[in-house]
Every structure is written in C-alpha cells, then in structure tokens.
C-alpha cells in the first residue's frame, strides 16, 4: 500500500535519551541520503575500475516549518509548538540537540545535531516561515516505531 507524507514528524528532545516533543509547523523534509564517497581502488590486473565505499557525507539536511508563536506548549506537553523559538534558542546557545524524523510508516531516523536557523522571505500574502539546517555530528541511526515501543539500528 503507498503511504502518503502527511503525518511525518520531526521530534526534538534536549538530551540523548531524553523526552522527545515534536517540532510543530513542519511542513517539508529533506532527501535523507547516505550514500558514501567512492573510492578508486583500480589495479594493474583489472579490466574495468573498482571502487569501495568511503566515507559518507550526510551533507546539511535542511527542514521547512510554519511558525506558531502563540503558544509555548499545549496542555498535552508532546509538541512544541513555538518550534522556531526552541531552535533559535538552541541555535544562539550553540547547543547540540537530538532529533528524531518520523514516516507515517514507522520507520525514520534519529540523530543529534547543532542547528541553524533561517527566516524566509515572503510576501504580505504569505504565512510565516523558517528553515532549520542540522549540522550533524553524530552516526544516523535507523528508528522503528511500533505500539510497544522504539526499536533503533544503526547505520
């Protein structure tokens, strides 16, 4: 059955192993790709040049929310729904904060990161909007989410 994007969410917690909220307003995701450099390993007896995999360049993943200012948290406390206040904060402190992505699937991905963030440009018809960069730097790990819990991978 395909599924469609719709319900996928980016989840934000302040230490590994921590409580994770969700990022209100995310309105698109990034390719997540790790495709590894490759690395020419080619000799004198080959016909044709081999390769192996290098290292992987996870690049800078870039989210784009809608903002919401007008409220810190709802009464539920599973969502942060001033999520451009609670990057930018963690930005300016330059603190590194674990993130979790989410399909409607179940499967994602998590990792930690320090984050840059950037208002967009817009015109008087537009609603309010930010991107947010992660500079990661950690491994990514491959999540699984299910009713009895989170089970993780690595990658």
Same mark, same amino acid.
């Given at each position: ?5 719709? =319900? ?21 995701v990034?390719?997540m @790709?790790? /495709? +590894?450099? !490759? #690395?020419?390993v ?11 995999? $290098?290292?992987?360049?996870? =690049? ?8 919401d200012?007008t409220?810190?948290?709802? +009464?539920s $406390?599973?969502k942060?729904?001033?999520?451009y ?5 963690? /930005? ?9 992505? #989410? ?6 991905? @998590?990792?930690s +990161? ?8 817009? =015109?008087t ?7 947010? !960069?992660?500079?990661?730097? @950690? ?6 989410e299910?009713?009895? $819990?989170?089970? /993780?991978?690595? !990658?």
């Amino acid at each position: 059955m395909e599924t469609a994007m719709l =319900g996928t969410h980016l989840d934000m917690a302040d230490a590994e192993g921590g409580t994770y909220k969700t990022l209100y307003g995310l309105q698109k995701v990034p390719d997540m @790709s790790f /495709e +590894a450099e !490759k #690395i020419e390993v080619t000799n004198m007896q080959d016909k044709n040049k081999r390769y192996i995999p $290098g290292i992987v360049d996870l =690049g800078e993943p870039e989210f784009e929310f809608f903002n919401d200012d007008t409220q810190t948290e709802p +009464a539920s $406390g599973d969502k942060l729904m001033n999520s451009y206040k609670a990057l930018r904060a963690a /930005e300016l402190a330059r603190q590194v904060k674990y993130f979790k992505l #989410i399909y409607p699937d179940g499967t994602g991905f @998590s990792w930690s +990161a320090y984050v840059v963030t950037t208002r967009t440009g817009g =015109g008087t018809g537009d609603a309010l909007q930010f991107k947010v !960069k992660m500079l990661i730097n @950690s491994n990514i790990t491959d999540v699984e989410e299910s009713a009895g $819990g989170t089970g /993780e991978t690595g !990658k």
